[in-house]
């Protein structure tokens, strides 16, 4: 999880990086090519309730799962049967005022849930024809730049109290790490008054709107679809190369008053599923490592939707996503992206550059409406879990780790963002 020094860049200074990836547009044009299709998916329904007593709140930190059953373990074991799958998918709220009930769950549709039938569609023979494809930079990307981290899509990545990123999927939720909550046997300390930063622009005056005004066609960018992209943030690293400077060597449109802060809001409910939770003589299981927040009252901001893509490789490059705030770079966002190394239903390993703090962010892929065209289109496909150690026949290695969204789980956050079955048919 250690993040390499001579692949941490800023915006203000990131030069160097532009050589390696000649243009914003040569690292998206391979995501150009393939477009996201619906997929069917279980129905969840709430079968049972039961009051539980009042949590205790002692885990000292948002500590990551210890040793785990990885990829290579789990080839090994049996399918979960929809007993099993309802047993591990039912589900722990725990409310502010201390309330905590358990929901027993029933899967309808659980028939071919882990085939691997594809929800990616791409080009006739585009893969084929860039056999000589750079597989990304592995690199983290310091945002500093106000326009960058207050809009879409990074302005979508938060910041929790105890200390780990989430992301936004809906007006009320975010999406994040169980252990950034629970450590598999009891919550954490600050999960009791837990609270969500969202970065925002300063007020100018005390009582002002927080977020401000917006520039002149921000607005009716961001209805389509895009306020700031990747390719942009690319892009406005090579034009900080003939960024006129002032003599202090500060940007001459640079303005402290109205630089992003973080605004925050309260928690008002928490759900961890059973799978997150450990049993008597086991290890917690990171296949169920996420968790999703309710807040108490809407952010107003934009969202990033949630999705399902069984084969991340299906993607050119098998290339992911992920903004978080990570520890070493207090209050900024930091951007990412890299290949996905190897996958399983339900865990991806790769070679993302992250430090503590950017556990529970949204792994999420981007790719366009159509094929070659349309808006971009980005789903949350995941969540980053941290650096963990896996068993690989009896030797322990270490790999950055994020948490797949399958069909069930998809169909589980959903069930616990909308409550209606109705809206949770298809990803």
């Known amino acids: 999880m250690t993040g390499h020094p001579s692949l941490l860049f800023s915006l203000t200074a990131l030069a160097v990086a532009v050589s390696s990836v000649s243009t914003g547009a040569s690292t998206t044009n391979y995501e150009d090519d393939c477009h996201l299709t619906q997929i069917n998916v279980p129905v969840i329904l709430d079968e049972s309730t039961v009051r539980l007593q009042s949590p205790e709140f002692t885990a000292d930190d948002a500590s990551e799962p210890g040793v785990m059953c990885g990829i290579e373990c789990q080839r090994k074991l049996p399918e979960a049967r929809p007993a099993e799958l309802e047993r591990l998918l039912s589900y722990e709220t725990i409310y502010e005022n201390g309330t905590r009930i358990f929901t027993k769950i029933k899967l309808e549709g659980v028939t071919g849930l882990r085939n691997k039938t594809s929800s990616v569609v791409c080009k006739t023979g585009q893969l084929k024809r860039r056999k000589r494809q750079v ?71 005390r009582g002002g709107r927080q977020q401000g005004g917006r520039r002149r066609g921000e607005k009716r960018r961001e209805d389509e679809g895009d306020v700031a992209t990747e390719g942009q943030l690319l892009k406005r690293v090579k034009d900080n190369r003939r960024k006129r400077k002032n003599r202090f060597g500060r940007d001459t449109d640079s303005d402290q008053s109205r630089q992003p802060v973080f605004r925050w809001t309260r928690v008002k409910l928490t759900q961890v599923p059973t799978g997150w939770t450990r049993r008597a003589g086991k290890e917690v299981s990171a296949d169920y490592d996420y968790a999703l927040l309710e807040l108490k009252r809407p952010h107003k901001m934009k969202f990033m939707e949630l999705g399902v893509v069984p084969v991340v490789k299906d993607i050119p490059a098998g290339r992911i996503h992920f903004s978080s705030f990570d520890n070493d770079q207090l209050g900024k966002v930091v951007y990412r992206f890299c290949s996905v190394s190897e996958e399983s239903s339900d865990l991806m390993y790769q070679h993302c550059d992250a430090q503590k703090g950017s556990s529970g962010a949204g792994v999420y892929v981007r790719l366009r409406d159509q094929v070659g065209q349309g808006k971009w289109k980005r789903k949350v496909i995941g969540v980053f879990s941290g650096h963990q150690w896996v068993d690989v026949d009896g030797i322990q290695k270490d790999y950055n780790v994020a948490v797949r969204i399958t069909p069930s789980k998809y169909a589980q956050i959903c069930h616990w963002i909308h409550g209606d079955a109705s809206q949770c048919k298809q990803a």
Not at 140 to 155: E, G, L, S, W
Not at 161 to 184: D, K, Y
Request: hydrophobic fraction near 35%.
């Open 135 to 205: 597989y990304g930079m592995d690199g983290r990307f310091v945002i500093t730049d106000k326009h960058f981290t207050t809009n879409y899509p990074f302005a979508a990545s938060v910041k929790l109290s105890t200390g780990c990123s989430g992301i936004l999927v809906s007006p009320r939720h975010v999406l994040t790490s169980a252990h950034c909550v629970h450590n598999g046997q009891v919550y954490l300390k600050g999960t009791k008054r837990l609270r969500v930063g969202i970065m925002k622009l300063r007020s100018k005056r």
